[in-house]
C-alpha cells in the first residue's frame, strides 16, 4: 500500500490542493493529514469573524475539493482538526465522516486486512490563545521544561468564542487520554499524533528547544516495545526538520515523522510518501520519498 502523509497544510491555502494532486499523480491507496487543515489567513476572518471564517472554509473549500477528488481517485483519506483549527467546526466535518474521510482522533480504524490507524490530535499547552486542543501532557510534566506557554485563552462552544484556563493540576490530561486509548489496541497500527514525542528531531524550535509530549513519547515507546506500533506520524512542530536535519527518528524500534511545513504561499507542500507491507509478519512500512 503506498501512502501520502502530511501535516500542517494551514500553512499555505495552496497546500490543499498540491497535496491532492500529489496524491492523484502518485495514485497513493491512503492520504492521511496530521492536523491543522484550516489556513492561518482567512480573508473572511475581518469581515465575518474567525470561527464563521474557518466554517466556510470547512464547507466551500476542503469538502468541495475532496469531492472532486474522490469522483476520480479511489484513496481513502484520514485526517482532524488540531490545536489551530476551533473544535466547533468539528461538527461539519463529522457529516462526512465515514463517507469522504475518516475523523483520526481517539478514534480507532481498521487501515488494511491486517492494521489498525489510531489517531491523537491534543496537544501541550502552548504559547497561543486557541485552547481547545490543548490539555497537559502529564502530571509530573505538564508540559515541557523551559517553554513558555500561556495558560489562558478561549474554546469554542456552540460556535462562540468562551474563555477558559488550563488547570495544569487537572486529572484530564495527553497521558490519561492515551492510556484509555490503549485499551482498544489488539493488532498491530500506525499511531497518528498531531504533538511529536519530546526531546526529539521532531519537536524542536529555532531556539534549540524541544516542546514536544512526553505521554506521547511514552506511549510510542510501550506499544513499540510490544511489537503493534507500525509507525508514528506527527506534525504541529513547522521547523523542526530544518533545525535537527531529520524528518524521522527511531523510538526502540517504530519509525517516527515529522515531514515539517513550509510556509505562506508560494512555497512548496512538504509531504512523505510511505510504503506499508501489511502481510508481513510482523507487518512493515519504509520511506520511498521525503522532502529535502
Known amino acids: 500500500m503506498k501512502i501520502l502523509y502530511t501535516s500542517d497544510i494551514h500553512a499555505n491555502p495552496e497546500h490543499l490542493y498540491s497535496m491532492l494532486k500529489v496524491a492523484a499523480t502518485e495514485a497513493v491507496q491512503a492520504i492521511i493529514i496530521g492536523g491543522d487543515i484550516v489556513p492561518h489567513h482567512l480573508p473572511e476572518t475581518d469581515t465575518l469573524g474567525v470561527l464563521p471564517a474557518q466554517a466556510l472554509y470547512l464547507k466551500n473549500v476542503l469538502i468541495p475539493a475532496i469531492e472532486e477528488f474522490k469522483k476520480h481517485h479511489q484513496a481513502a483519506i484520514y485526517l482532524d482538526l488540531a490545536n489551530d483549527d476551533f473544535i466547533c467546526n468539528r461538527n461539519i466535518l463529522k457529516n462526512h465522516n465515514f463517507e469522504l474521510f475518516n475523523l483520526l482522533h481517539l478514534q480507532q480504524h481498521r487501515f488494511t486486512e491486517h492494521v489498525d490507524i489510531l489517531g491523537y ?3 501541550p499547552p502552548t504559547p497561543f490563545y486557541r485552547k481547545d486542543w490543548e490539555k497537559p501532557d502529564s502530571p509530573e510534566m505538564p508540559y515541557a521544561p523551559g517553554n513558555t506557554v500561556v495558560l489562558d485563552g478561549f474554546i469554542s462552544i456552540n460556535g462562540q468564542l468562551v474563555e ?57 515507546e510501550h506499544w513499540s516495545r510490544k511489537g503493534l506500533l507500525i509507525a508514528a506520524l506527527h506534525g504541529h512542530i513547522h521547523g523542526a526538520p530544518y533545525r535537527s536535519g531529520s524528518i524521522q527518528t527511531i523510538i526502540e524500534n517504530t519509525v517516527c515523522i515529522n515531514p515539517g511545513q513550509n510556509e505562506g504561499r508560494g512555497s512548496n507542500l512538504r509531504y512523505v510518501l510511505l510504503e506499508l507491507k501489511d502481510r508481513q509478519t510482523p507487518p512493515q512500512i519504509r520511506i520511498i520519498f521525503e522532502p529535502e
Open 121 to 123: 490530535m491534543m496537544v
Open 164 to 220: 477558559t484556563f488550563i488547570d495544569l493540576a487537572a486529572d484530564d490530561t495527553i497521558e490519561n487520554d492515551l492510556a484509555r486509548l490503549s485499551e482498544s489496541i489488539d493488532r498491530p497500527f500506525i499511531f497518528v499524533a498531531h504533538s511529536p514525542p519530546y526531546q526529539t528531531p521532531l519537536d524542536v524550535l529555532d531556539s534549540g528547544l524541544h516542546v514536544g509530549s512526553i505521554s506521547i513519547k511514552r506511549f510510542i
